[in-house]
C-alpha cells in the first residue's frame, strides 16, 4: 500500500546552514507518527516544509499521490497546530473554528463546528474570545480549528510545550485517544523522548538535519541503530564501547560480574538509581528497586545480560 | 514617590507655561471685544462665537473637515502597504524606517515650497508635459484642493507609517501562516486578520494624521491660495491682518472642540485615547 505522505530526499539550505539533509520518510494512513529530535536537529523545518511554510531546497513531498512541495499553504490538504496555537485574537473560538471552513465555502459550518468542540469537550465556549481560555482550552481550540477542516495529515508543532508540566501528561492520553477516535494521520514534532515514546506508532529520530532510524517505540528504544539514538532516548551506560541500559544492570554482593564500589544513589520514587565504578573502569548507573541498601564506598559486583547490550 | 515627582515637575511645569496658561488666556479672549489695532477691550460678549453660524465660516469649517479626512484616507491608503512591506523586510527594516522619517531633516516649510516650484505653471510637470508635447496651455496644479490634499498626504505619511509599523512588527507572525494554512489566500488573510488586527494603529496613526491636518494652516496657504481658506488660515488671519483677536480665539477653541468630539468618537468604547 502506498504511504499517505511520503517526503523524498528533502533538504533545506538557510543563509548559513543546511537545516535538513536528505530526509526520506514514508508516513501511513491512520498512524500517529512523530519526528523526535533535540533542538535544531531540523524536525520543525521538515514540518513547516510540509505545511508549505518553507520551499524544499532539494526533494519532493507526496501527499495522496500527489506532489504537493511547489503548492501555496491554502491549496494543501494538511493543517498545522502551532506552537503558540496561533489563535485569532480578535475572533471567539466559534469563528476561529469557523475561519477555513467560511474559506472552503462549507454549507453546514456551524453543525460542524458544534460536533467538532464537543470532541474537544469545548461545548459552552463557542462564544469566548481566546484570552478568556485557560492554556489546555486554547490547545484544544487549536486541535478543533484544524480538525473541522478534515486535513489528510495533522501536523503538530510541540503542541504540549507551552502546557504546564502536570497537564501536559494528561493530554498525551487525551491526545492519543482523540487521533483514535477521528482516524486523522498525525504528525507529530516533539524534543521530549517521554511523550514520543507514550503516543507514537512510529517515530523518526533526526540529529543534525537527518534521520537517524525510523521504528516503533520500542524498535527505537530497544534497538537503536545509532549512538545519537542510543542516548537520546532514556539514560544509557557505556561500558568498553557497549552500550547498556540502567535497568539491565544488576548490582550483587557476591559475583559473577565486574568488581566495582558504590559511589553515590538517587531516589526516584518508583525506583532507585545507584551509581557504581567498576574498578579500573567506567561508572556505570544501576536502577534498583527502591529500598536497597547500598552504601558508599561498599564493594559490589555489576552484571548484565549479553542480549541486553548494544554496539555501533 | 518623590522621585517620580522630581521626575515629572519639568514636564508639568512646561505643559503649564507653554500650554495651559496660553490656553486659558485664548478662551478669556474669546469672551471679549475687538480693541482698534488688535487686541482686546471690555467688555464681556459671546459675539465672537455667534459670529461662527454665519454660512461663510460654516463652509471654512466643513471644507477643513473633509480635506483633513481625505487626507488622512490617503495616507491610510498609501501608509498601510508600506508599513507592512516594511515589517517584513527583515534585515532591511531600519534601513527603511530611516528613510520614512528622512524627510524631516528639511524644514516643513521648504518642502513645501519644493512643491509649489514642482507644481505651478512654470514648474517641473508643467514643463516637462509641454516639452514632450503632451499639453499645449498648463495645467492648473496648484493653488487648489487637490494641490493642499497632496501637499498634507506628503507631510503627514510617516505619522501614519510609525504606528501601524509598530502595530504590525508586534504581531505573532504565526497568525498569517495560520490563515493560509486555514485555507485563506492572501487577500483573504489581509482584510480578516490582518487588518483588524492592525485596528489599534490605523486609529493611532488616523489621530496622528487627521488632527494636525485639521488645523493646518501653512499647507493651505501656500498651495491651496486664497482660494482654499481652511480654519487654520482663518484663525491665522484674525491675529494678523484682520488683527480681530477674539474672534481668532473664538475660532480656535471651536476647531479644538471639534476636533476633540471628534476624537472621542473615534475611540472604542472602553478603550482609552490612542
Known amino acids: ?34 519526528l523526535l529530535g533535540p533542538s535544531g536537529c531540523g524536525k520543525t523545518t521538515v514540518l513547516r516544509m510540509i505545511a508549505g511554510f518553507e520551499t524544499p531546497t532539494l526533494g519532493e513531498i507526496w501527499l495522496n499521490g500527489a506532489r504537493i512541495d511547489s503548492l501555496p499553504p491554502y491549496q494543501r490538504n494538511v493543517n498545522t497546530v502551532f506552537q503558540s496555537y496561533a489563535l485569532f485574537p480578535h475572533l471567539t473560538v466559534q469563528d476561529n473554528v469557523e475561519f477555513g471552513l467560511r474559506r472552503k465555502g462549507v454549507a453546514d459550518a456551524e453543525a460542524r463546528v458544534r460536533t467538532v468542540l464537543d470532541q474537544v469537550r469545548l461545548e459552552g465556549k463557542a462564544s469566548r474570545m481566546p484570552s478568556e481560555l485557560s492554556g489546555g482550552e486554547r490547545q484544544r481550540v487549536a486541535l478543533a480549528r484544524s480538525l473541522v477542516l478534515a486535513p489528510d495529515v495533522l501536523l503538530l508543532d510541540e503542541p504540549l510545550s507551552a502546557l504546564d508540566p502536570l497537564l501536559r501528561k494528561q493530554v498525551r492520553g487525551e491526545l492519543k485517544d482523540l487521533q483514535r477516535s477521528v482516524g486523522v494521520t498525525f504528525l507529530f514534532v516533539t524534543h521530549d523522548q517521554e511523550e514520543a515514546l507514550s503516543m507514537s506508532d512510529q517515530i523518526a529520530v533526526m540529529n543534525a538535519g537527518a534521520v537517524e532510524q525510523v521504528g516503533t517505540a520500542r524498535e527505537v528504544y530497544c534497538r537503536p541503530r545509532t549512538k545519537f539514538v542510543a542516548s537520546f532516548l532514556g539514560a544509557m551506560n557505556w561500558i568498553d564501547g557497549a552500550g547498556v541500559r540502567p535497568e539491565a544492570v544488576r548490582l550483587s554482593n557476591a559475583g559473577p560480574g565486574r568488581k566495582a564500589t558504590v559511589g553515590g544513589s538517587s531516589y526516584l520514587g518508583s525506583v532507585m538509581h545507584v551509581e557504581a565504578k567498576i574498578d579500573g573502569g567506567e561508572s556505570v548507573t544501576a536502577q534498583v528497586v527502591p529500598g536497597s541498601t547500598f552504601q558508599p564506598g561498599q564493594s559490589v ?4 545480560n549479553a542480549e541486553d547490550e548494544v554496539r555501533f | ?31 471679549l471685544t475687538r480693541g482698534a489695532y488688535g487686541g482686546v477691550e471690555f467688555p464681556w460678549t459671546i459675539e465672537n462665537y455667534t459670529r461662527l453660524w454665519d454660512p ?28 507592512l512591506f516594511i515589517a517584513r523586510s527583515g534585515a532591511r527594516k531600519n534601513l527603511y524606517l530611516s528613510l520614512v522619517i528622512l524627510p524631516f531633516w528639511t524644514s516643513y516649510l521648504i518642502r513645501t515650497y519644493a512643491w509649489m516650484s514642482i507644481l505651478r505653471d512654470t514648474g517641473l510637470v508643467n514643463t516637462i508635459l509641454r516639452s514632450v508635447g503632451l499639453i499645449h496651455e498648463p495645467l492648473p496644479l496648484l493653488y487648489n484642493n487637490g494641490a493642499v490634499i497632496l501637499g498634507l498626504v506628503y507631510g503627514f505619511l510617516p505619522f501614519m507609517v510609525l504606528p501601524l509599523y509598530a502595530t504590525l512588527e508586534r504581531l505573532d507572525k504565526s497568525l498569517f501562516e495560520a490563515a493560509a494554512d486555514l485555507g485563506a489566500r492572501p487577500w483573504d488573510t489581509l482584510l480578516r486578520v490582518t487588518l483588524p488586527l492592525c485596528a489599534p494603529g490605523i486609529r ?13 494652516y501653512l499647507t493651505s496657504d501656500l498651495l491651496g491660495g486664497s482660494k482654499t481658506v481652511l480654519i487654520g488660515n482663518l484663525v491665522q488671519d484674525q491675529f494678523t491682518a484682520s488683527a480681530d483677536w477674539p474672534f481668532g480665539a473664538a475660532a480656535s477653541l471651536a476647531l479644538m472642540a471639534m476636533a476633540t468630539v471628534l476624537l472621542f468618537a473615534a475611540r472604542r468604547r472602553g478603550e482609552e485615547l490612542l
Open chain 2, 56 to 83: 461663510l465660516y460654516g463652509a471654512i469649517l466643513w471644507r477643513s473637515v473633509w480635506i483633513a479626512a481625505v487626507s488622512t484616507a490617503l495616507c491610510l491608503l498609501l501608509g498601510f502597504p508600506l508599513a
Open chain 1, 1 to 34: 500500500m502506498t504511504p499517505l505522505l511520503e517526503l523524498r530526499g528533502l533538504s533545506k539550505d538557510f543563509a548559513t546552514h543546511r537545516a535538513v539533509a536528505n530526509v526520506s520518510l514514508e508516513i501511513p494512513r491512520g498512524a500517529f507518527f512523530s
Open chain 2, 1 to 31: 514617590m518623590k522621585l517620580r515627582t522630581a521626575f515629572l515637575a519639568p514636564a508639568a511645569v512646561l505643559t503649564a507655561v507653554t500650554l495651559v496658561a496660553p490656553l486659558g488666556i485664548v478662551a478669556v479672549y474669546s469672551f
Open chain 1, 301 to 304: 559486583y555489576v552484571s548484565w
Open chain 2, 204 to 216: 493611532a496613526g488616523a489621530i496622528l494624521v487627521f488632527v494636525p491636518c485639521l488645523g493646518t
